[in-house]
């Protein structure tokens, strides 16, 4: 029908939508349902649901893969370890989400796997490590210290090597970055994050070309029972819809705040990769500052979590799981879609209150 391959806008708005049938509803339904009438695709409610379909036609079309919907994002990662053969070699980035981590260093701990925790800025570290490997795990930008990883280079190293390559690409979306096509061969998301984008649902999702992979992954779903619900597929789906459009304002904003925040005399140091909402920021006086600046704000959230049409930030040390090469006083900002000049008087505030 089309001439040309859609644009991600497009798709956002139309992939995963119903067949169009006179009287029918435009949005897929919340399909409430433990057990399915035979004879279609699946029987019961752990093995599938109509609803987790729609969301996940729309995001394999986004990232053009097949994609299955989990419970949360650590779910979905943590069925794809699942699969990793025993005592195998797992390469990650020592700044992963720290949801991520403690799974591989739990799994290392009872000698299932053998981690190699690298900077995944550094490719060349990235390289040396692959040797023997049989999975490498991306994470790009990394969470929170916004590391970006050549996924291209290391995605054809690690086929040479014989590894196989999942990233993490909750904080690009595949608006900004789409790694099945850059040769990984996974793609894992929190779908809590941007993917939803109202701070309202924990959601998950892998996504592969790897018609194998994915029977094996969707058994796994299955088998542990990390299944999402219908009602959260469904707010997912209908927050994928303007997600080319919230991005497009939250990275506008991202990328005027940190140039202010680089140019602010208290703030010693302002990190952005140069797409995506998220900064992490340093300011004089560290930790203490940190802290009480993010608890005065009154626009921008004291909170957890990210990637909301709601600014929110929070000083990550804060948490005990988080590593030691995390600054102290490091606050991962996530910038929404309120006015900019709003948000920087706000920060200016508590800069002026704080420091
Ligand atoms: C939040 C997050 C996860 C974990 O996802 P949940 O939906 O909270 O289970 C994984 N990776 C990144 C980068 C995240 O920010």
Known sequence: ?????????????????????????????????????????????RAGNPTWDSFEAVLGALEGGRALAFSSGVAASGALFDLVPAKSIVVAPRHAYYGTIEQLVERNRRDQIDLRLVDIHDTQQVLAALEGAALVWIESPTNPALEV?????????????????????????????????LGADFVVHSASKLLAGHSDLILGAVVTNDDRAFTAIEKRRSVLGAIPGAMETWLATRGVRTLHVRLERAEANARELHERLSAAPQVTRSRYPGFGTMIAFEVEGGAAVAQKMTEQSEIITYATSLGGVESTWERRRRHAGEPESVPEGLIRFSVGIEDVDDLWADIQNVLAACS
């Not at 280079?153 to 390559?165: K, L, S």
Request: net charge negative; no cysteine.
């Open 149 to 181: 990883a050549d996924i291209e280079t290391i995605a054809r190293a690690a086929a040479e090597a014989g590894a196989v390559v999942a990233v993490d690409n909750t904080f690009a979306t595949p608006l900004r970055q789409r790694p099945l096509d």
């Open 1 to 45: 029908m089309h001439g040309h391959d859609l644009s991600p806008a497009t798709l956002a708005v139309s992939a995963g939508r119903p067949d169009r049938v006179p009287g029918g509803p435009l949005n897929a339904p919340i399909t409430m349902a433990s057990a399915l009438v035979p004879g279609g695709g699946s029987e019961y409610g």
